[in-house]
């Protein structure tokens, strides 16, 4: 595809040779002739003279290599990868050793893979794909535009919007971790009679649980994105646009509200709120309730800036604390030549 072709199609401004043949997208450091890349940060400005790139997304053109000047560089590349790259589109129709039972409605232009099931009265919108060991249970809604990779399941009479998409292995509408307490000290199952429901544009990465509720709903609303090996505990709620990274865990009626990120590894106590806007750094321990706009570290967490101060010192501790019993014990001399002083 030539440069100027690209350009056209991202809508990028051309500062360069348009005739330029591109074969492919990489990063700066690992791309070669013949391919595009990309500056999202300006600090690293410094590499785009060592990179071997044919040409470049940027938001201001530089000289020396062939520029599509974009006012978001890395939104574009991302658009320029869907250009050279598209996966492989499975054939349409029902694979005949998919279960699919007579009470289900399955929408036009469907694919669904050979050992995917469907049960009873579940629903299924237009161009779904069910790759293989699907598992969609009895009486799920499901709408338009659905994609499940291999090993996906979604539970029982969960429902999900369009144009979500579930990567490997993961589970929708889980049972939820509820136990009561025997007199004995055995421990009774609660039944787990809500639902899960997702809404339209979600995508949730490979190993994520997402748990029905015990009664009412869990809810993972429009937008959001949760990587892989999150768990959401029942009856949380996961706002608008999140951005829940790898091995987090949601307790049971965390609630988050719209456009708030959680780095790795973080946990939540759960029966709290991370309001608008919050940010929750990687290991953090959240307690409780999280203003809208905050920036939070450590665990348990607190504000980010204050987090830094206090990391910043805690190597030193034992040594701020040999000099305060050093400075103790000279007070006590102090103290003790005063008092010696005026006896005498």
């Known amino acids: 595809m030539k440069l100027a072709e690209i350009a056209a199609a ?3 401004a051309l500062d360069g ?3 330029i043949e591109i074969s492919g997208v990489a990063g700066m450091e690992h791309a070669g002739p ?6 999202a940060n300006p600090k690293y400005i ?10 470049i997304l940027i938001a201001e053109a530089v000289p020396g290599i062939a520029c599509l000047v ?12 869907a250009l050279f790259y598209q996966p492989p589109e499975p054939p349409r129709g029902i694979h005949p050793l998919a279960c699919v039972a007579p009470s289900a409605t399955i929408g036009e232009n469907c694919s669904i893979g050979p050992f995917a099931v469907v049960g009873e009265r579940v629903r299924i919108g237009r161009n779904a794909v069910l790759h293989p060991h699907v598992v969609i249970y009895e009486g799920a809604q499901i709408g338009d535009d659905f994609l499940a990779h291999s090993h996906a399941a979604v539970r029982e009479f969960c429902k999900v919007g369009d144009r979500v998409i579930l990567q490997n292995s993961v589970v929708v509408g889980g049972d939820g971790f509820g136990f009561a307490k025997r007199a004995d000290g ?6 787990q009679s809500g639902v899960t429901i997702i809404e339209d544009d979600v995508e949730v990465q490979s190993l994520t649980s997402v748990d029905r509720a015990t009664v009412g709903e869990t809810r993972v609303r429009r937008g959001a994105k949760i990587d892989s090996l999150v768990q959401v505990g029942h009856a949380c709620v996961v706002g608008e646009d999140n951005i829940i990274c790898a091995q987090t ?9 719209r456009d708030v990120l959680l780095a790795g590894q973080v946990g939540a106590s759960g029966h709290l709120t991370v309001h608008e806007g919050a940010i929750v750094y990687a290991q953090s321990g959240i307690g409780g309730d999280v203003p809208a706009g905050a920036r939070i570290s450590g665990s348990p967490a607190f504000a980010a800036n204050e987090w830094l101060r206090a990391i910043t010192a805690f190597p030193r501790l034992p040594e701020l604390l040999k000099t305060v019993r050093e400075l103790k014990k000279k007070v006590e001399e102090l103290e003790k030549h005063v008092r010696s002083n005026a006896t005498e």
């Open 34 to 39: 013949g391919q595009l890349t990309f500056l």
């Open 46 to 55: 410094h590499k785009v003279k060592h990179t071997k790139a044919s040409a």
């Open 186 to 191: 055995s421990h009774a199952k609660i039944v």
């Open 10 to 12: 991202l809508g990028c």
């Open 249 to 257: 865990g949601l307790a049971g009626s965390t609630v988050l509200e």
């Open 17 to 19: 040779d348009p005739h």
């Open 70 to 81: 974009s006012e978001n560089p890395y939104l574009d590349f991302a658009r320029a990868l």
